[in-house]
């Protein structure tokens, strides 16, 4: 990775910087999914190789659950696929799609022997996992989905502690990433990209995510100098300075403490703009902050 590099960002823990001056636009870096799956309630309508939205699309002869576009995709994602193929003949369903990311995570967990490749700065298992953190009825369904996904994971004789498997559900609730469809108007399924998963959040950041192809790109949304840590939104900055705290503390488990946040930036328009809304208003002085450098939401939307 020529352009990014990892440090060590103090409280924020890990982070990644800028090695050389990056221009406005700029692509920092690529990266496929580590695993990816689509949402069950789209399962029959977007391919699950590429996450194009289609009609007309291809079922699995053998589990009769995964769709695509045509040949070209279901042979593109056969590696990926032909595991959990096997698991859900074996056990007549297809579990949810925490359960299926999970599960391939750990497929190639074992393909890849645990270790990360020369373009992956971390290995999936050394993310965190915040299970420590979770509520009592979250925990409560971890252990409910731990349980599914024992009846379901299939590879050889090879079994996992529950720990571990309770450690790589952590993974996915705190670092998965919301997938769109090729036109960015519909989440259409989470993955891991286990680089992407090292850049930080601010409320008013310097980065953003799209998904070209099958990978995301991370882009400069302006000049960012040569050392300049790199970060995204992890949530929408139009919600009001409390409510993003209050989402990133119950999704994420910190307290936002940027200059945004701890001086309410922004947030008196932001209330105008919902009060407007409220009464059907479209005065031009409310919504000019719609003509501001807003920063996106963080998921991943998809380049036809």
Not at 153 to 171: E, K, L
Request: net charge neutral.
């Amino acid at each position: 990775m020529e352009r990014a590099e990892l440090f060590d960002a103090g409280s924020k823990g890990r982070g990644l910087r800028a090695t050389k001056e990056l221009n406005t636009g700029e692509v920092i870096f690529s990266e496929p999914s580590f695993a990816a799956v689509v949402f069950d309630s789209l399962a029959t309508q977007v391919c699950h190789s590429c996450f194009r939205h289609q009609a007309n699309l291809h079922r699995c002869a053998q589990c009769k659950f995964a769709h695509y576009c045509d040949r070209t995709c279901q042979t593109a994602c056969w590696s990926e696929h032909k595991q959990e193929c096997a698991a859900i003949k074996k056990l007549g369903k297809a579990p949810s799609e925490n359960i299926r990311l999970a599960a391939r995570v750990l497929w190639r967990l074992h393909k890849d022997t645990g270790i990360a490749s020369d373009s992956q700065l971390i290995s999936v298992d050394q993310l965190q996992d915040h299970v420590a953190d979770l509520a009592a009825e979250d925990f409560k369904r971890l252990r409910a989905d731990v349980n599914t996904f024992l009846e379901f994971w299939s590879y050889g004789t090879r079994q996992h502690s529950v720990d571990y498997i309770s450690h790589i559900f952590g993974i996915i609730k705190c670092n998965g990433f919301t997938l769109s469809d090729q036109r960015g108007l519909q989440a259409v399924g989470v993955g891991l990209f286990p680089n992407l998963c090292l850049v930080n959040h601010d409320c008013w950041p310097n980065c953003t995510v799209i998904l070209n192809h099958g990978k995301i790109e991370l882009r400069a949304l302006g000049k960012i100098a040569e050392g300049e840590e790199l970060t995204v939104s992890y949530v929408d900055f139009l919600n009001l300075s409390a409510d993003r705290q209050k989402k990133l503390k119950e999704r994420y488990y910190f307290d936002c403490t940027c200059e945004h946040c701890s001086k309410h930036i922004k947030d008196d328009l932001m209330t105008a703009v919902a009060d407007s809304k409220v009464r059907g208003q479209t005065s031009g002085s409310v919504f000019n902050v719609f003509s501001l450098p807003l920063p996106p939401l963080f998921s991943l939307s998809a380049v036809c």
